[in-house]
């Protein structure tokens, strides 16, 4: 664990200890210092903030931090995580210099609604593995940012076309280790590509491969080919 992200954890410990000290400040100010019902015994009892409703707990952490707090937040009660797991559609790695990999694989299982993710990188850090923990559990996805992957390899794209049907917008662009034949896989399977971002993949933007995109995502709205210097007019 890097020291950014023990400090981030300190920090929810700190944030977890503040909402229990005043959730019982508000109780004892309410009347309700035993966490009991003040009218009449129709309200559902509250013995602490981690019985607040997912929707008030979603709020606490959208207004506590950026998405490394949500992401620390998750591991600090089954409360918050289930919050975020349920609830939670959008999310960034982008702020990660290093060990996104690992994260990736550990907290792909908790975002299980995620629709929109961004893996873009600074230096090469993701793999196969990660992409795949990201196709076997967050089914919902719709758009999704690969950029500058450098490492990753046909494996991811086969991946996503059997976790992530429901693609509308990705960006690969500097991923050159893809082939087209994978691309070509891919887009058979993710027909709702809106927006698709291929630049610098020389081997996988191939005459063929825009041929197969032409045929199987009508929708299509954008495509980015730069630096793809071997399409030609048959593409």
């Known amino acids: 664990m890097?020291?950014?992200?023990?400090?981030?954890?300190?920090?929810?410990?700190?944030?977890?200890?503040?909402?229990?000290?005043?959730?019982n400040a508000l109780m004892v100010s309410g009347g309700g210092e035993s966490g009991q019902p003040q009218n009449g015994g129709t309200d559902t009892t509250l013995s602490g903030w981690k019985d607040l409703p997912m929707e008030l707990?979603?709020?606490?952490i959208s207004v506590a931090g950026d998405d490394r707090m949500a992401i620390v937040a998750s591991g600090v009660c089954t409360g918050w995580r289930d919050a975020l797991g349920w609830g939670a559609t959008?999310?960034?790695?982008?702020?990660?210099?290093?060990?996104?990999?690992?994260?990736?694989?550990?907290?792909a299982h908790k975002f299980t609604k995620l629709q929109v993710l961004s893996l873009r990188q600074i230096k090469p850090q993701l793999e196969d593995t990660a992409v795949e923990a990201v196709a076997n559990s967050c089914h919902d996805l719709r758009e999704l940012d690969l950029s500058r992957s450098f490492r990753l390899s046909d494996r991811s794209l086969y991946a996503l076309a059997?976790?992530?049907?429901?693609?509308?917008?990705?960006?690969i662009s500097g991923c050159s280790n893809f082939s087209d034949a994978a691309l070509i896989y891919l887009t058979s399977q993710c027909k709702n590509l809106k927006c698709l971002n291929l630049c610098g993949c020389v081997r996988a933007a191939s005459d063929r491969a825009l041929q197969a995109i032409a045929c199987n995502c009508s929708q299509l709205q954008s495509l980015n080919l730069g630096w793809c210097d071997t399409v030609t007019d048959g593409g």
Request: glycine residues 6%.
């Open 57 to 60: 707990l979603l709020r606490i």
């Open 2 to 23: 890097n020291a950014g992200f023990a400090v981030k954890m300190v920090n929810a410990q700190m944030l977890s200890g503040y909402l229990d000290n005043s959730f």
């Open 90 to 107: 959008s999310l960034s790695f982008s702020w990660c210099q290093d060990h996104m990999n690992e994260l990736v694989i550990s907290l």
């Open 162 to 171: 059997h976790g992530c049907p429901h693609l509308t917008r990705l960006n």
